[in-house]
T-cell receptor, first 113, second 111 residues
């Protein structure tokens, strides 16, 4: 499976936008880019995913580079509840990949009041 | 829907004891997985299942057994607990091509 690279940690102030980067230079054409986050003492939860085009949902936006070698998760207005570890994960379409995610160490996001 | 449930929430074992971590989902998902998370680390896949009667190993399967007799349940068995198995265990489920839903976790301490 293709690997992803994320910064170990990032900080933000409350109500400011946050841009969380992810590099995936070895991504293949059928790999979807997924983002999960893990709040303290909880299991991971799905945030957003995309293939080629930018995606928006109620939680966040996902901006995907034209060459797909990198992506950015955008939290438009960070809140204290967004403090979590954010994981960028590549999942190959088809087969059983959806049942076996490969988690890196993720980015620890700290949000200051 | 209860989603993905895990029991127990906490467990303390002595070295050599065996136990079963329970996982159940009520979403009729085909895929179920077990992960462990050590302090400061990401999750690592232990075992997974793509349907009733079908299981396969993940990244760190040694010391653990699984079975999938029903769609709803996917128990994880520790055969002979070791201190290295002290961790937080997460169960997850999903449909093919869909996102995974995770349970709240079981914290296990092996003395």
């Amino acid at each position: 499976d293709a690997k992803t690279t994320q910064p170990n940690s990032m900080e933000s102030n409350e109500e400011e936008p946050v841009h969380l980067p992810c590099n995936h230079s070895t991504i293949s054409g059928t790999d979807y880019i997924h983002w999960y986050r893990q709040l303290p003492s909880q299991g991971p939860e799905y945030v957003i995913h995309g293939l080629t085009s930018n995606v928006n949902n109620r939680m966040a936006s996902l901006a995907i580079a034209e060459d797909r070698k990198s992506s950015t998760l955008i939290l438009h207005r960070a809140t204290l509840r967004d403090a979590a570890v954010y994981y960028c994960i590549l999942i190959r379409a088809g087969g059983t990949s959806y049942g076996k995610l490969t988690f890196g160490q993720g980015t620890i996001l700290t949000v200051h009041p | 829907n209860a989603g993905v449930t895990q029991t127990p929430k906490f467990q303390v074992l002595k070295t050599g004891q065996s136990m079963t971590l329970q996982c159940a989902q009520d979403m009729n998902h085909e895929y179920m997985s077990w992960y462990r998370q050590d302090p400061g680390m990401g999750l690592r896949l232990i075992h997974y299942s793509v349907g009733a009667g079908i299981t396969d190993q993940g990244e760190v399967p040694n010391g653990y057994n699984v079975s999938r007799s029903t769609t709803e349940d996917f128990p994880l068995r520790l055969l002979s607990a070791a201190p290295s198995q002290t961790s937080v265990y997460f169960c997850a489920s999903s449909d093919p091509g869909e996102t995974q839903y995770f349970g709240p976790g079981t914290r296990l301490l092996v003395l």
